[in-house]
């Protein structure tokens, strides 16, 4: 029986992350110990779980009843441990965060930071990067995103929102007749993000919104590259404020039609679908929505 429910444990793991390799290195074991243990419980009970190739793996028939089963069993264990963790005074476990490295100069770091030093015995894991990965697959506890969510089988919750400014270097600015109006910017050169759709949507001062499709040399998968190649004078670009205060002070780069204005960026902290019932994880995502 024990070895049975140790088993399923792996066996429904493995499944989430979609390999024995992900499973393993989430328990801290072997690839060829989670395989065994799941190999064993199919012989045991006579049953195929899983089909295996090279490349993937995928449920049987029998594997899929068996997981849906097995995984409310699992859910259950971790809300059984999550009472007793309520119990203790200091929280202690270790969880996985990932954000957009355009948010390390946002408040949201200020929250991450008031956590850990609650927390001390909290082991935190923070991932930058601007892909938006599979959390279930990549083993993350929670998200920080920025933009539209669109549908997903996520949980989220808005915690803020991000203000940008449209700025290019002076010498870039320089090149072209003086702008009046957003449309005078469709021949300018634009440095695009590789996730943002291939227009600017910038507000007009009565407050009209005028969309301009750009023509860009270069395409980015990150923030802060953006805003420095903006400063190398490549092209127009529309980056958070907290990158800019500086750079505008000192002249390293001059905002463009400032009258106008640029859509703000919705900021959302997303979990998975059963996310909460970890006690860690409800804790982060009490302090980055206080």
Not at 41 to 52: A, D, F, N, S, T
Not at 187 to 210: C, E, F, V
């Amino acid at each position: 029986m024990i070895d049975d429910l140790r088993a399923l444990a792996l066996f429904v793991k493995t499944v989430e992350l979609g390999s024995f390799r992900e499973c393993a290195r989430h328990f801290q074991l072997s690839p060829s110990v989670v395989s065994h243990q799941i190999s064993d419980l199919e012989r045991r009970h006579g049953v195929p779980l899983l089909y295996r190739t090279t490349r993937k793996l995928s449920l049987t028939k029998e594997g899929q009843n068996v997981f849906d089963q097995a995984q409310i069993m699992v859910e259950a264990a971790h809300h059984a441990l999550d009472h007793l963790s309520d119990g203790s005074e200091i929280p202690s476990g270790h969880l996985v965060l990932t954000m957009p490295a355009g948010l390390i100069q946002n408040p949201a770091m200020k929250r991450i930071a008031h956590f850990c030093s609650i927390y001390p015995q909290v082991a935190l894991d923070i991932r930058f990067t601007d892909e938006r990965v599979d959390l279930i697959e990549h083993g993350i506890d929670l998200a920080l995103r920025v933009g539209k969510m669109g549908d997903s089988t996520l949980k989220s919750r808005k915690i803020g929102q991000i203000e940008r400014k449209l700025v290019c270097s002076k010498t870039y600015y320089h090149r072209h007749p003086t702008p009046a109006h957003a449309d005078d910017l469709s021949n300018w050169d634009w440095i695009k993000m590789k996730m943002m759709p291939p227009y600017r949507q910038l507000i007009a001062p009565d407050g009209t919104s005028h969309k301009i499709y750009s023509q860009s040399q270069i395409e980015v998968d990150n923030v802060q590259a953006m805003y420095e190649l903006t400063c190398h004078g490549l092209g127009l670009s529309t980056p958070p404020v907290d990158l800019l205060d500086h750079t505008l002070k000192t002249g390293g780069l001059i905002e463009v039609l400032p009258d106008w204005g640029v859509s703000s960026m919705p900021v959302y902290v997303v979990w998975p679908q059963n996310g909460l019932r970890r006690r860690l994880t409800s804790l982060m995502l009490d302090i980055l929505t206080a």
